[in-house]
């Protein structure tokens, strides 16, 4: 059961004065008694659900939750990372009855997830990051992640089979961990095909700014990258953007193979509804959900596209054997003999770090033959 209301919950405490206000509206829209259920569960997304990205990936997630019986899902999308997500959960846990919250954007945890997990204590809050610590955060808040570096290295194998020109490229937001990881992932990937392979990556310095992504994207095939995959929110842009301009796509966190199927190898994706669907049915059973939760592709916390009509024979037997061998845990992608792209060695010979280990939570290079980087 899905609730959406033409009026958003952060322009109803702005027009009624806060929390206050709430009663006052009442006869205007229903209040939580009008939605019993077992469960009731709240979604905040930074963006768009129909995004092609990241907010539709977390939606597809809620919209496994819609169908357990006895759970009530409330969602708000476009909600920025300011004091409005406060109120837009303030209001699902007042207004609506929620008792567990996914607010979903990185910028969400400090200080606004943190504000509220202190002043409702029996409200589960569930942060889609790496950013609780249990020394210093409420015990009501968690932490889940995945482990989609090893989709973006099976999204290289891919790509390393499609190019000609050797060169593929990266159209990235923030120089943050997990975007390094991504973009080594799919370079090593490539470079498992071809060692002579190099990526070229663009920094657009914003999560979700559809001019500079078509502009990266466009300077990228001017310097003849072929194959191109991102890690912004929305990557219907770089996508068709991409395939406009002839080159082969990977796409990530959803499936955007019908923006461009001729084009579209494979993509990296999450698979929020299990993950969802596992919070959900834990809290609803009475148990007690961890505040520290991480899965990759083995554990289904990732998918990858189906494959498309342009991966050649030989790039679908690598890709299927690869994904065959991490499926089976411990592989690493990180391995040595390895430098960065400065030169310094980062893994020795027989040396590897495989996306548990912490030397990778906190990765702040990239590897020997990712170029030209900007910002």
Request: hydrophobic letters at 40%.
């Amino acid at each position: 059961m899905s609730i959406n209301y033409k009026t958003s919950r952060r322009n109803l405490l702005k027009s009624t004065a806060g929390l206050a206000g709430l009663a006052a509206m009442s006869s205007i829209i229903p209040g939580k008694r009008a939605f019993a259920a077992d469960l009731t569960v709240g979604f905040v997304y930074v963006g768009a659900k129909d995004d092609y990205g990241y907010n539709q990936a977390h939606a597809e997630g809620a919209a496994a939750v819609k169908e357990i019986e006895g759970v009530t899902v409330v969602e708000e999308e476009n909600v920025p990372e300011d004091v409005s997500v406060q109120k837009t959960m303030e209001s699902m846990i007042n207004f609506d009855g929620a008792s567990l919250i996914f607010p979903t954007s990185f910028g969400y945890f400090d200080p606004h997830i943190l504000t509220m997990a202190k002043k409702y204590p029996d409200v589960r809050f569930e942060h889609a990051g790496g950013m609780w610590q249990a020394d210093k955060h409420p015990m009501n808040v968690g932490s889940y992640f995945g482990y989609i570096g090893m989709g973006q290295y099976l999204n290289g194998i891919t790509a390393g089979h499609a190019t000609k020109t050797k060169k593929i490229g990266f159209v990235a937001a923030k120089p943050i961990p997990q975007v390094l990881l991504n973009i080594n992932s799919f370079l090593l990937g490539a470079r498992a095909v071809d060692p002579t392979i190099t990526c070229q990556v663009i920094f657009t310095g914003e999560w979700s700014l559809a001019v500079k992504e078509a502009e990266a994207t466009n300077a990228l095939a001017d310097q003849g990258a072929d194959v191109i995959t991102c890690h912004v929110d929305g990557p219907k842009v770089v996508m068709e953007t991409a395939a406009g301009r002839g080159a082969y796509i990977c796409g990530y966190h959803a499936n955007q193979s019908s923006l461009a199927p001729d084009k579209y190898l494979t993509g990296a994706e999450w698979n929020w509804a299990k993950v969802y669907t596992d919070m959900v049915n834990t809290m609803k059973g009475g148990g007690t959900i961890d505040n520290f939760i991480r899965g990759g592709l083995k554990e289904g916390f990732i998918k990858m596209s189906p494959l498309g009509p342009a991966v050649s024979d030989a790039g679908r037997q690598q890709f299927e054997e690869t994904q065959a061998e991490i499926l089976k845990g411990g592989f690493a992608v990180i391995k040595g003999p390895l430098n960065d792209n400065k030169g310094n060695v980062i893994a020795t010979a027989g040396q590897s770090f495989v996306e548990t280990d912490v030397a990778l939570e906190s990765m702040n290079y990239l590897v020997e033959g990712v170029v030209g980087s900007t910002s």
